[in-house]
């Protein structure tokens, strides 16, 4: 046989429904993602050639930045092509199968965790919220203190600035918990990631919150406009929102359910 | 599922109160759901993300995870002066000291001047 030898790449696990890929997605490699059913589950998987994803080059493939980006690219657009139809439990990148035997066994001996995930996240979507320090304006020297000479008003604006910058961080990070708390009251679940680097995040002002919340998709109109009202009482933070996201951040093992 | 409207997304400088969402999803948000959550299943290939040495250390580069990238020693937002209150007390003394010594040479500078013309 000619056919050059290929792995199965497992990107989730929904209920069953065999149709689940969206037509017209290229996947992971440029292959289309198929079904496999068992267990009234349907997992999400693609024929991925070993060259490029076997274990020896995938630990390769891996270390490579623009490809690990596309990659990770290829597996979430697909997720989210499934998520549009209904709940997905996504897996970890790279979480790949000699053959259909492989993810069939697995459906089999998990399928009390992916039904459990599965209800877990049924008509919710999760949403990423991060905020982002304002850096405050040079405060402007007071004119009503008295400054008796050149070196006195330095230290007088050198002081001004000093506080102003040390306030800023503080109301900065007292404006991250409070969001982060205020936004939990519309949400079932919430996690806390850690802040990404300003490079990474593409933004040069720090970030000070970086959340990720499981909301109902009938309340996903009042947690935004939260955001929005939220946006507008703190004007030490800027704040973003993304999604709606699979939920990645609340099917892993470990869960705890609900904001602190 | 639809993305609600919050408004025209901004550009250009970040302000204070502003709010750009909802966005795209950048490469950041989704390599830390990718790659950190999502249910983990030990498939006949195994590869530990966490073991590729290099992967782990360009990942930690862009994403900064707190308890890992300490580990590593990236931890930017522990030395930056917005985030952690030591570096913040580090920086206010540097500009202390360099106000200080600013201050040494006016004096100094002042001395001379009362010399030179008494």
Redo the contacts between chains.
């Keep these: 046989m000619a056919a050059e030898s290929r792995?199965v790449w497992?990107y989730?696990?929904t209920g069953d429904d065999p149709e689940a890929p969206a037509a017209g997605l290229a996947g992971v490699g440029g292959v289309p993602p198929r079904t496999i059913s068992a267990a009234g589950l349907t997992a999400i998987v693609g024929d991925v050639a070993d060259r490029e994803?076997?274990?020896a080059a995938?630990?390769r493939n891996?270390?490579d930045?623009d490809w690990?980006?596309r990659t990770?690219?290829a597996?979430?657009a697909v997720l989210e092509a499934v998520?549009?139809r209904g709940p997905v439990?996504?897996?970890?990148?790279?979480?790949?199968?000699?053959?259909d035997a492989?993810v069939t066994g697995?459906l089999r001996e998990?399928a009390d965790?992916f039904r459990g995930?599965l209800s877990l996240i049924a008509a919710r979507?999760e949403w990423?919220v991060k905020a982002?320090?304002?850096k405050?304006a040079d405060p402007v020297a007071d004119p009503g203190l008295p400054a008796t000479g050149p070196?006195a008003a330095y230290?007088q604006r050198?002081r001004a600035q000093?506080t102003a910058?040390?306030d800023a961080?503080a109301e900065?990070?007292a404006s991250a918990r409070a969001v982060y708390a205020e936004l939990g009251r519309f949400a079932v679940a919430s996690r806390l990631?850690?802040?990404?680097?300003?490079?990474?995040?593409?933004?040069?002002?720090?970030m000070?919150l970086n959340a990720a919340y499981l909301v109902a998709?009938e309340r996903?109109?009042e947690f935004?406009?939260a955001?929005?009202d939220l946006?507008?009482r703190?004007?030490?933070?800027?704040?973003?929102?993304?999604?709606?996201?699979p939920a990645?951040?609340f099917?892993?093992?470990g869960d705890e359910p609900g904001p602190r | 599922m639809t993305q609600p409207s919050l408004g025209a997304p901004e550009s250009g400088a970040l302000s204070a109160g502003t709010m750009s969402g909802p966005q795209p999803a950048n490469l950041g948000d989704i390599l830390e759901r990718v790659l950190d959550k999502g249910i983990v299943i030990a498939g006949d290939i195994r590869v530990n993300l966490l073991d590729i040495e290099l992967l782990t250390i360009k990942l930690r580069l862009v994403i900064a995870s707190l308890e890992t990238a300490s580990q590593v020693g990236i931890n930017w937002w522990q030395a930056d002066p917005w985030l952690s209150a030591d570096a913040a007390q580090r920086s206010d003394r540097q500009e202390l000291e360099e106000e200080n010594r600013q201050l040494r040479n006016r004096v100094r500078a002042l001395e001379r001047g009362e010399h030179d013309g008494g």
């Design positions: 792995c497992l989730g696990v994803y076997g274990e995938l630990r891996l270390e930045l690990l980006a990770a690219r597996h979430h998520a549009e439990v996504p897996m970890r990148l790279a979480t790949l199968f000699a053959s492989g697995t998990r965790d995930s979507s990423g982002y320090a304002a405050p070196g230290l050198r000093l910058s040390k961080r900065a990070l990631y850690p802040p990404q680097a300003p490079d990474l995040a593409g933004q040069p002002a720090p000070v998709d996903a109109g935004s406009a955001v929005a946006t507008a703190h004007r030490f933070v800027q704040l973003a929102l993304t999604g709606p996201w990645y951040s099917v892993g093992a």
